[in-house]
């Protein structure tokens, strides 16, 4: 094992002898665990060359043979080329960060105008069958686990809707067997009544559950890759369906041919070598907009965060300035993209960024279990909350995000889509 992980395994009192023994070994025993790279056989096996295409990029992208020429260059092209990308990402491009965020605010002004999106994320369920070592919902974590059923989610959508939002991001942990299929149709189902967008991000599944969910009202799949470096991957998902790397990858794909209208990509910065995971993440979404033209692309940029049980989990050499970095890079490489910055990070610098690169963002948010009604409302009532994902750094409500961005001069959109 990784030395740089042993700090993300916390073993509880509350688990059995035999599991804390099961738990131990998988830490411990690289052949105790399932093959990463071998799909399991209800697993849907698409006839698709961007895993190669992908691979190859971050297998031969050595960033440190890039120079403040190369940057230079790269700032001077209309447009970015894939190896300017590959130079913004690089250490040599930390000095031009300035130059970099001028470029990317001219290009998010032609293409998006001065909007900013917002929606919010609701957690319906935190079971999981998964051990991600770095994840508070992760099986082996000691946190409250709760499954909302359709009444408790209608009042969770209701609340949120009443507040004004009108696009949604349903969650759950990923157990297929806690969290069925049909349990997050008939979610999407309640959430089309209230919401005008419905974006999923679940465990993948195969393509004709992407087109059942798609007819059950859900229309945006994102799927975090959370890692594009398959060693890193395996020492990270020690357990369960999501140790299946390529499966995960193809995610997206199998999305867009169950029709789904966009999808959504992202790394967990901090996982592995960021700058590599940036141009994976960054490249996967080039190459599925070329393969399907007509298809919304986001990409989220997520850095780790503490959870319940682990607090020493943090994103490790990404800090603010190299986010920034980032996502500068992503806006000039992808200057359609939606490009969305999460509550993991602060006020801060979700108002500096939204003024340079970012299109979307949520408010509001909670990454607990039915714990809108307390945090809308003040009143808890009977509701059972669930444990949380991990801890969030900017709790702004609607309102006072709106009011944000409206004085920065930003214009805050709840829908720009219409269904004819
Ligand atoms: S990252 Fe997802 S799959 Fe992994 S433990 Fe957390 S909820 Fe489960």
Known sequence: ??????????????????????KHQIENDPSSRTDHMKYLEDMDKIDSDIIEKVQKEIDNYDENIYSAKDVKKALEHDLCTLEDFKALLSPAAKPFLEEMAVKANRETSKHFGNSVNIFTPLYIANYCENYCIYCGFNCYNHIERLKLNSEQIEEEMKIIADSGIEEILILTGES???????????????????????????????????????????????????TYDTDKYEK?????????????????????????????????????????????????????????????????????????????????????????????????????AGIVVSSRESEEFRNG????????????????????????????????????????????????????????????????????
């Open 176 to 226: 297929r067997n806690l969290s069925s299929i049909e349990y997050i149709g008939e979610a999407c189902k309640l959430a089309k009544k209230y919401f005008r967008n419905v974006s999923l991000e679940i465990y993948p599944v195969n393509v004709k559950d992407y087109e059942y969910l798609h007819e059950c009202g859900a229309d945006y799949v994102t799927v975090f890759q959370e």
């Open 353 to 420: 960024i939204t003024k340079i690169a970012a299109t979307k963002v949520s408010a509001g948010v909670s990454t607990g279990i039915g714990d809108h009604k307390s945090k809308y409302t003040g009143d808890s009532g009977d509701t059972k909350e669930g444990g949380e994902q991990f801890e969030i750094a900017d709790d702004r409500s609607l309102d006072k995000m709106f009011n944000d961005m409206t004085q920065e001069g930003l214009q805050p959109v709840l829908n720009d889509y219409l269904y004819l």
């Open 1 to 22: 094992m990784d030395n740089s992980y042993e700090q993300y395994f916390v073993d509880s009192e509350f688990l059995s002898s035999e599991a804390l023994k099961k």
């Open 236 to 336: 990270l998902h020690l357990m369960g369906r999501k140790r299946v790397w390529p499966y995960r990858f193809e995610a997206q794909e199998r999305a867009l041919m169950g029709k789904m209208r966009g999808v959504g990509f992202s790394a967990l910065l901090g996982l592995s070598d960021f700058r590599k995971d940036a141009l994976a993440t960054a490249y996967h979404a080039y190459l599925i907009q070329r393969k399907y033209p007509e298809a919304e692309i986001s990409i989220s940029c997520p850095r780790l965060r503490p959870i319940i049980n682990n607090n020493k989990i943090n994103p490790k050499d990404v800090h603010e300035k190299e986010l920034c970095q980032i996502l500068c890079a992503y806006r000039l490489f992808l200057p359609f």
